[in-house]
């Protein structure tokens, strides 16, 4: 049994990429919920100050952004095809476009009532202000262009009459699934199914894909308190560094590692160790000792201190 933790929240698109690899895959997971905006207590005894969700965990290992998540589901469930780095690098590459084209448009267009209405059952009226205003912050510090309401409606139909005529399979590059359907299924899945917008229907072909994903579910979901998965963390050590990642000018400095792209909040350790996609940061806390957190190079900057 892995242990496998995700720190996650019901109405995080990129959170609902890895639920639905972990129903996919099969293998039993705990799930820490958190909170819809920081501060997250109990992710940062772990993660510190990264700032984006989902966050996973396999004992004192802790994999932030679902590039490395998914690589690692891969790594766990011995399927290439699920992995970024190991897979094609036409579906690697596609799996990036597909994702990164329609995320924010499809955000937009999928802020609909019905979306509130979920949102209001979740919280407070308060909570709910406050998550507001701190999705306009969000915004307006991003370095990314985060598309307004009429220019999110085009990309949405122009990235649907796409995949329309790109499908001629069951899934999007292949009879079986891979990374390609994960990072393309989520934010239409916010758009369809959360913010309840009948266009998706409009494309047959796009509409029984999604409907072919969704029943995947979440698998075999355990819902644990953060102290589980801190005492997790602390009761493993992190996994060897292999020997090829001990390189570079920051080795064993103290270095800050923050998203290019938005929540600009930079999580600060010791270079443990880097290949030619990740970054490993060790760090410390007294809730669950010694930790190696795992960041993507692709999106983020590494900075000395
Ligand atoms: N590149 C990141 C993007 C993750 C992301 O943008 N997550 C959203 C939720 S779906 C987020 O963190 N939004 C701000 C927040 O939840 O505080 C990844 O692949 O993990």
Not at 66 to 91: G, R, V
């Amino acid at each position: 049994m892995s242990n496998f933790t995700l720190f996650h929240y019901p109405l995080s698109p990129y959170a609902e990429k890895i639920r639905l690899m972990l129903g996919y895959t099969g293998f039993p997971w705990l799930s820490v919920r958190v909170p819809e905006m920081p501060p997250r207590k109990a992710l940062q005894p772990l993660a510190g100050n990264y700032g984006r969700i989902p966050v996973g965990q396999l004992g004192a290992d802790i994999f932030c952004d679902t590039s490395i998540i998914a690589d690692e589901i891969a790594d766990l469930a011995d399927n290439h095809q699920l992995s970024y780095s190991k897979s094609d690098p036409t579906i690697a590459e596609f799996s990036e476009t597909v994702e990164a084209e329609v995320f924010f448009p499809c955000v937009v267009a999928g802020s609909s009532k019905a979306l509130s209405a979920k949102a209001r059952k979740m919280m407070s009226l308060w909570q709910l202000t406050k998550l507001v205003v701190d999705r306009i912050n969000m915004k307006r510090h991003a370095k990314v262009p985060i598309v307004g309401n009429k220019d999110a409606w085009i990309q949405v139909k122009a990235h649907l009459e796409k995949l329309e005529n790109h499908i001629d399979k069951a899934y999007l590059v292949a009879a079986e699934p891979t990374i390609a359907d994960f990072a393309a299924y989520h934010p239409l899945w916010f758009l369809r199914d959360l913010g309840e917008r009948s266009i998706v229907a409009k494309y047959q072909k796009v509409n029984a894909w999604m409907d072919r994903m969704k029943a995947f579910g979440h698998g075999n979901e355990q819902a644990v308190e953060p102290v589980e998965a801190w005492s997790n963390a602390r009761n493993a050590e992190p996994r060897p560094v292999p020997a090829e990642f001990q390189k570079g000018q920051y080795l064993n400095k103290t270095v800050e590692i923050t998203p290019n792209d938005y929540r600009l909040v930079p999580t600060r350790g010791i270079l443990a160790g880097e290949s030619a996609r990740r970054w490993i940061l060790a760090r410390e806390h007294g809730k669950c000792g010694k930790v190696h957190v795992h960041f993507p190079k692709s999106g983020y900057t590494l900075s000395g201190v």
